[in-house]
């Protein structure tokens, strides 16, 4: 039977007030619904400070929840409780508002960078961080911090995200997200809705073959045109190979992986976002990672190993604390450092051998699990309510 913590009765739990005033649903936001549904689970409400940019919240439950809407953080100074209250951020926070929260509340948070070739000063003010993987753990204290909570809690594999979206056929979706504040993507983005009326809607199929995928944003962090442009060549000896994308991101972000898959030519297909990407991992064979440097966790990688698809990824961390090397995926090494070579081996490895089940490594994926992750939410609602508000 799995372990229910609860909160010893004589320490009492105060309200969480967490904050995510992202315009996007992005990975953090995923991380935010199931955050909260521990905190709630355990016993501790919440508050949750969105943006009222953000319509993605109308359609999340979050059953005794308390949901704040505000315009921009310059506002946070007018909703937030004027007693001395426990704070938690979950995405970016202007430094001027965090160091104004600090002075006068209980100032946490969840950090979901590692600080590769990042200034950690922006988590100086928090009284304490909360790691989202060792790997960040890691770069916070390497940095010099001495406020980092010493376990990192990793994720859960959470598809029920928005109430409004049903499930149905997987079809083509815009790869794009334009970036209002600048005028080339202002105009791209409002050509772009007629120019896609033109084109057939299209319905998913696997093509015959093996399928390699990705899930993701198509972000910088994920660095997916560097990668690609040391191991497309490496898959492009294989004809049997075909890649899927279900993501989007920017523009120049979106040109940069096509530019880098051009020796996969007609293999490769774009599909755009994806709402429910539960329904994707199961038609691919393998989901491929982006590079590990700037990558924190990878609920991708975690989402494909819960619904049963195996991971190629580098061998490096944070993938090397997400993937059970043979068997819930095969690590491979940076391809920066050998041009594809090993990436080439163990893909063809992967291809002739008998095709992993993520799901049969049960002690590894039981770390992903909500009750494992409620546990550590547990022990940090301790260590918050240890701390004197």
Partial sequence: MPIRPRIPPHVPTPRC???????????????????????TALGCPVTLYVSSFNSRWDGIALPGVDLVKISGPEYLGAVLPRK????LTNGPVPAEEIRRIGLSHLLTGFCHMPMYERDVSAFAPYHMVFPVSDYVRRSLIGG????VYQEPFWGVAEFDRDTRAPAGPVSSHSPYSWDRRKLRDVLLGALEPAYRALLPQRAFFRRPGTTLGI?????????????????????????????EIFGFGGYAQVRELERSLAPLRNRVRFWGRQEHPERIYPQLDYVLSGLPD?????????????????VLAVRAPPFTETVADRRSGYLY?????????DFARVLEMAIAAPRLDPRAAADHLARFSFDAYKERVARMLQAVSARPL
Avoid at 28 to 36: A, D, K, R, S
Avoid at 84 to 87: D, V
Avoid at 294 to 310: D, F, H, M, R, Y
């Fill in 17 to 39: 007030h967490q904050i995510n005033l992202q315009r996007g649903f992005l990975g953090g936001e995923v991380y935010t619904v199931f955050l909260t549904r521990a905190l």
């Fill in 294 to 310: 700037k990558e924190a966790l990878g609920l991708n990688i975690i989402e494909s190993q819960v619904c049963g698809t195996p």
């Fill in 333 to 341: 090494r940076d391809p920066r450092e050998d041009a594809g070579a």
């Fill in 144 to 147: 010099g911090l001495s406020n």
């Fill in 84 to 87: 001395r209250s426990w704070i």
């Fill in 215 to 243: 899930v993701s944003g198509i972000g910088p962090i994920k660095q997916f045109p560097l990668l690609f442009s040391h191991i497309a060549p490496r898959i492009a000896h294989n004809p049997g190979i075909v890649v």
